[in-house]
């Protein structure tokens, strides 16, 4: 009697060691099935995305990709004269030589080093004709978003004596003192893609924010996520919008933010 119920023990184990082992075979089977199917409709999303860029520049003649490298130039150039015909505030940022500035009619008004800077694999793979088409004129800005106030400016009463307005400097320098702001701002452009701006203070820290970032980026992180999980579940094509990132310093960050107008004009070189 005592031996058949170590031997019951024993194929209880086993039956629940085999249950066990079949629904981790499972979850791994299901993991990998949903990843695979995401990264085809991922890598479908890419190509849908770089096929209208294909049919907009259709029409331009072709360019010999021999010369991407003074063509590059040719679209900055061209583009940065078109901006400065202009009555306002524009953009002009680039990659390769690490600055963005904001200019007046040609004239810098403010010049920042980029600290930090990555783009989507999108603007790697487009042909001469597709980036003439792309970069070849200013860009405009479509939307803002940013975890800053774009225009802080408010009316206040004036203080009734000088008693009055030294408690109000008073407050407002400890209210400033306080404050632990996370710089960041998202713009969407004209043609299909969005350019994130965000403030730092070094690049280990660009790269922290980024991934753990809270505020502002996190809630666009989660909501990337989330999309891309709605897409998986329904076996759709998940959306994609080629985007840069630049880090500079927070307070050239904010003070780009506030002087661009809200359609500003932009040019870059990648």
Do not use: C
């Not at 679209?75 to 600055?99: F, N, P, V």
């Not at 500035?101 to 008004?109: C, F, N, P, R, Y």
Request: charged share 25%.
């Amino acid at each position: 009697m005592k031996e058949n119920s170590v031997e019951d023990f024993d194929s209880l184990f086993v039956k629940e060691s085999g249950r066990r082992k079949y629904v981790i075979l499972v979850i791994i089977l299901s993991v990998l099935g949903l990843t695979s199917v995401y990264t085809y409709l991922s890598i479908s999303a890419v190509r849908d995305q770089m096929n209208v860029a294909q049919d907009q520049a259709q029409g331009a003649p072709e360019i010999n990709s021999a010369l991407f490298t003074q063509l590059k130039e040719k679209a900055w150039l061209e583009s940065r004269i078109k901006m400065a015909a202009g009555d306002s505030i524009g953009l002009s940022i680039d990659l390769e030589q690490r600055l963005i500035q904001l200019e007046l009619k040609g004239v810098v008004i403010l010049s920042s080093k980029i600290r930090d800077s990555s783009i989507s694999g999108f603007f790697r793979k487009m042909d001469g004709n597709v980036y003439f088409a792309m970069f070849g004129t200013p860009l405009t800005i479509q939307q803002f978003k940013s975890s800053i106030a774009k225009n802080p400016f408010k009316i206040i009463q004036a203080p009734k004596d000088t008693i009055a307005a030294q408690a109000a400097i008073d407050a407002a320098i400890k209210k400033d003192s306080l404050k632990d702001e996370n710089v960041f701002w998202n713009v969407k452009f004209d043609r299909n893609f969005e350019m994130n701006i965000q403030g730092i203070d070094s690049i280990t820290e660009a790269q922290n924010k980024y991934k753990f970032g809270k505020g502002f980026e996190f809630a666009r992180n989660l909501k990337n996520i989330v999309n891309s999980f709605q897409h998986i579940l329904r076996f759709t094509k998940p959306s994609y919008t080629p985007e840069i990132l630049i880090s500079i310093p927070e307070n050239e960050a904010k003070a780009i933010l506030r002087a661009l107008p809200n359609k500003a004009s932009v040019t870059i070189k990648i």
